[in-house]
């Protein structure tokens, strides 16, 4: 599978396995440990989590898994997110629905999720959400903190919109730090950040993009309204054209943008997983691809 180079450090695998829904899975650790083998086998290598997932549980269900073969360590990246706090009885501070870019909780969230999955160092860590309190001297702060202390290999961001990104950007310039990576939603049925043009940009600027709920989460495979319903229409009259699954051409859509969008899947099916990685073997042509986009717009373009 392709690597996208994320700095001179790291590499993640084209395709991204996501851990948000892992809690929901119902698999032991020993059944966990054998899917991230079994996406290992494939070349998909980079597993995307958050402190928050799952009630805060997530990362401790990988962790516990992975230690069941550590040598699975070296062959993988891991990416964690911080900055959202949940109400939960899980940690003293989560005492709320709030987000906290202070410092001290982003240091304090890495080094939680460490602990969690029993490792050294993540190899990438994003800012979940932008917050309007956000100092970007003390996230510049906390992120020099952790990559001098070997903590996290390469920094990034979600959900960030242009502006956001610039000033956060311009602050970890003076101190010689990179965003490498922006996670933004993005499937053929959320197209709002093609529209507003984030991922140009970032393009620009030669930070790599996640694609999160590439499939809308699922509801692409089970529309429930008119927009959803016209989309799919649309991929399976392309997926018949080439013999394949409609995940295969999803994956197909992203790969026609020039930026080399990962898309993170969240499947936990082995065969959906397979049938993604058929699309990266197949090339809808232009035509196909504003089909669909005209189908998620509702009408023609100008
Ligand atoms: N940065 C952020 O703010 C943010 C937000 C949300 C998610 N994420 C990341 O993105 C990852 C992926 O998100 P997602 O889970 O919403 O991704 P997704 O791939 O769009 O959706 C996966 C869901 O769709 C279901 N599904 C139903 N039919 C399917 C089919 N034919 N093929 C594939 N899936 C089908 C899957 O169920 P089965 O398991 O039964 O296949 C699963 O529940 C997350 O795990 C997380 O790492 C990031």
Redesign the pocket.
Known sequence: MKRISINQHVTFSKL???????NQ?NMTHQQLNTFINQLVERGITTM???DI?GDYECEAIFGKALDLSPKLKENIQLVT?CGIVLPSNKYQFTDGHRYDLSSKHIIASVEQSLKNMNVDYVDNL?I??PSPLMDPMEITEAVATLVDDGKIKSFGI??FNEQQYQLLSHQLTKEKLHISVN???L?PYHVDNINNDIITTMYQQQVKVMA???????????PLDDKGQRIMAVIKQIANRYGV???AVIISWFDKLPHDIM???????LN?ID??IEGLSITITNQEWFDIYTATLGHDIP
């Not at 991204?16 to 892992?22: E, H, K, L, V």
């Not at 898309?263 to 099916?269: F, H, N, R, V």
């Open positions: 991204i396995q996501g851990f948000w829904r892992a899975w995307d989590h958050a997932y997110k994003l979940h959400r979600s959900n996670q933004l939603e499937s999160w709920s590439p499939f809308a989460g699922g509801q692409l495979f089970d699954s409609p995940n898309p993170i899947l969240g499947t936990s099916k959906r049938q993604a």
